[in-house]
């Protein structure tokens, strides 16, 4: 049996210290941002996202000068999966934002929460992930397994259309959450919990905060298998993580309304990580057996950008068949 090497990172100590140093600037700076609860206006949402779009791109041209095209192609294809699936996050950030009825003000600043959660644990997962390569090649099987299940279960919920039809105040964290304190009936700014009544209470903001973060914990388990699924550098699979998730709060208000619209979103989403769970498996097998075909990494940009522009394309189109009976109608 051949066992692949495993790849060498390009995180060296001072790569991860500047990276690190440059993340932590940008949440701070975000959280100056929402500091004061106000309204987005959609002239700031856009100049914010446009912002945090173009940063991963100068990242790809610095990983290209320094470390050649691979892995800067490496790190655009990861990014593309994780910003995919970091819209998909939104979905269910905008189904507890409105289940919880957050005053428009305070939206940001729980997103942010939301991100800062999802960096968290999502650095967590990765060094799981990491270790779990280490230990050996069969690391590859579990992450395609993984994907499998979750594009079958995303894939069922999109054909049923019962994927964003859940009440959050069911969900068994907000639930222990509730036993545990009392819960005011109204918002109190940005405070997350009040002294009332000579105790101490939980805001609904609390509350909205925890379901936020336990929606984290599902989403990392989904997106560090799939990102591993293109690069194995630990350094990378951080990097495409963290581009992902900045500038979501921005984005959410930016595509607020359009999210809505994109109703095959995540049937592209189930095909992407059933591709990648192929992509890991057939990784696996050339380990143990070399003649076994791998997917090379411009393959898998290109079908990932194929399928999310064909769901794109789907989407406007069933919006557009669904308002011709109504318009013919009047």
Excluded at 69 to 92: H, I, M, P, R
Aim: proline share 4%.
């Amino acid at each position: 049996m051949v066992l692949a090497a495993p790849e060498q990172s390009i995180g060296s100590p001072w790569l991860w210290g500047i990276s690190i140093a440059v993340l932590l600037a940008l949440l701070v700076t975000d959280f100056l941002v929402t500091r004061k609860p106000h309204e987005v206006s959609i002239r700031e949402a856009v100049g914010w996202s446009v912002f945090y779009l173009a940063l991963p791109f100068v990242f790809a041209l610095g990983l290209w000068a320094f470390f050649g095209g691979g892995q800067a192609l490496e790190f655009t294809t990861g990014f593309v999966v994780e910003k995919s699936l970091s819209v998909d996050n939104l979905f269910v950030f905008m189904l507890i934002l409105s289940g919880f009825a957050v005053p428009f003000a305070l939206q940001q600043r729980v997103l942010l929460y939301g991100i800062v959660g999802a960096l968290v644990l999502r650095g967590v997962f990765i060094a799981a992930g990491a270790a779990l390569l280490q230990a050996g090649t069969w690391a590859f099987l579990v992450f395609g397994v993984i994907l499998f299940i979750t594009a079958a279960k995303i894939m069922h919920e999109a054909v049923r259309g019962s994927a964003f039809d859940k009440d959050v105040s069911e969900m068994r964290s907000v639930r222990f959450l509730r036993r545990l304190m009392p819960v005011t009936e109204d918002y109190r700014g940005t405070q997350m919990t009040v002294r009332e009544g000579g105790r101490r209470a939980l805001t609904p903001l609390a509350v909205v905060v925890v379901a936020i973060f336990a929606t984290d914990v599902v989403f990392a388990v989904d997106s560090v298998p799939a990102i591993y699924g293109i690069t194995e550098d630990p350094y990378l699979v951080f990097a495409t993580n963290a581009f992902a998730l900045l500038g979501l709060r921005a984005l959410y208000f930016v595509l607020h309304q359009a999210l809505s619209k994109l109703v095959h979103l995540n049937h592209g989403l189930a095909l992407i990580l059933a591709f990648i769970g192929v992509k890991l498996v057939l990784h696996w097998a050339h380990g143990v057996w070399p003649a076994v075909p791998q997917v090379p990494t411009l393959l898998s940009l290109a079908v990932i950008v194929v399928i999310l522009t064909t769901v794109t394309l789907t989407s406007l189109h069933a919006r557009r068949s669904a308002k011709e009976p109504a318009t013919s109608g009047r």
